[in-house]
């Protein structure tokens, strides 16, 4: 479900006006083959490949929210390793005019099982890619990626 019921609750409320909403991103990796492989989906509004993400829900776990979101978008189990990035997205504007701002929480996560497909329609791929051979992606996600790759266990805030 792309759009979580308590926000289409909000907007007949509030209309377009800017939401401010918690997000949580999951940097998926696993070892194949001596190489590290990263899990990312392309996602079915934009074509983009990006890390799984989504929007915590009310009285939810960001930590959880990366998982369910795993499993929901790409059938894969995960666990989540540590928080490595705390930070706020610009403002979105969505075709249909609504506004939203996110905190986002970016969990570096280890694959445990599952291989990656489209499961909820959000995504029309999903896949692991070795991390010196990964897609396009926009400068943003790209480095939550760089960041969730990172073997220190300090979170970033930004």
């Known amino acids: 479900m ?6 289409l609750d909000l907007r007949t409320k509030v209309g ?26 392309r996602r079915a509004d934009t074509g983009e490949w990006t890390p799984v993400s989504g929007i915590v ?9 990366a998982v369910r979101e795993v499993a929901e978008e790409a059938g894969v189990v995960a666990e989540v390793e540590h928080l490595v990035w705390l930070t706020v997205t610009d403002v979105i504007t969505y075709a249909n005019g609504d506004r939203t701002q996110y905190i986002d929480h970016v969990f570096r996560c280890r694959w445990v099982s599952g291989e990656p497909r489209p499961v909820d329609g959000e995504a029309s791929d999903a896949a692991f890619f070795g ?4 897609p396009p992606m926009r400068p943003d996600q790209a480095e939550r990626v760089r960041i969730g790759l990172t073997d220190d266990r300090i979170t970033r805030l930004h």
């Open 131 to 134: 991390v010196h051979a990964l």
């Open 16 to 41: 377009h006006q800017q939401l401010w909403l918690s997000g949580a991103t999951a940097v998926v990796t696993r070892e194949r083959d001596g190489g590290l492989e990263v899990l990312l989906v």
């Open 57 to 65: 829900d009310p009285g939810e776990h960001p930590a959880a929210t």
């Open 2 to 7: 792309p759009t979580p019921d308590f926000i």
